[in-house]
T-cell receptor, first 114, second 115 residues
């Protein structure tokens, strides 16, 4: 299995631009998590899905952030408009979907907003 | 309140020394899981181990060992005969039955192994 796939791996954009991060979960994994990692705040859970349905989005910073999971093999995290403080590494992680399963992380997307 | 505390922010050891990374957790659940992840300089998060709350048996995997003690709510990680490749940030995490699949991560311990 290829593991969790994230794209792009690096993104540099200017303030105000729309940014879309993509994640392809491990095949058969039904739960998907989006995290943000910064030096100041560490790893923060933004949102997670179970069977394509958002379960908890309380970690989403504000309305500029949105996430979708249109099918079992694809999810997006969108920031519109982006701001410099959104600069971080964004990780996607997936689990088979059973309660309390190991989360397997993608390689992350390093986002820099100028 | 922080559910997972990793009090050691940074540790430096000389190669071949043993090192223990501390993890203290807080939960009211009787069913929960504890995890350790490694984040090397390349940035990916690598799963190392998962323990459930009903299994206090210590685990050894090569140079890695884990000591789970419910009495002190700790899940410490020891690297024996450390190597330069062990240099990374190590995260401890907790997942509770009552909150489903949500993970609570500690702030991480940055380990540097000096050759």
């Amino acid at each position: 299995d290829a593991g969790v796939i994230q794209s792009p791996r690096h993104e540099v954009t200017e303030m105000g631009q729309e940014v879309t991060l993509r994640c392809k979960p491990i095949s058969g994994h039904n739960s998907l998590f989006w995290y943000r990692q910064t030096m100041m705040r560490g790893l923060e859970l933004l949102i997670y899905f179970n069977n394509n349905v958002p379960i908890d989005d309380s970690g989403m910073p504000e309305d500029r952030f949105s996430a979708k999971m249109p099918n079992a093999s694809f999810s997006t995290l969108k920031i519109q408009p982006s701001e410099p403080r959104d600069s971080a590494v964004y990780f996607c992680a997936t689990t088979p979907g059973l309660p309390i399963e190991t989360q397997y992380f993608g390689p992350g997307t390093r986002l820099l907003v100028l | 309140a922080q559910k997972v505390t990793q009090a050691q922010t940074e540790i430096s050891v000389v190669e071949k020394e043993d090192v223990t990374l501390d993890c203290v957790y807080e939960t009211r659940d009787t069913t929960y899981y504890l995890f350790w992840y490694k984040q090397p300089p390349s940035g990916e998060l690598v799963f190392l181990i998962r323990r459930n709350s009903f299994d206090e048996q210590n685990e050894i995997s090569g140079r890695y060992s884990w000591n789970f003690q419910k009495s002190t709510s700790s899940f410490n990680f020891t690297i024996t005969a450390s190597q330069v490749v062990d240099s990374a940030v190590y995260f401890c995490a907790l997942s509770e039955a009552s909150t489903g699949n949500q993970f609570y991560f500690g702030t991480g311990t940055s380990l540097t192994v000096i050759p």
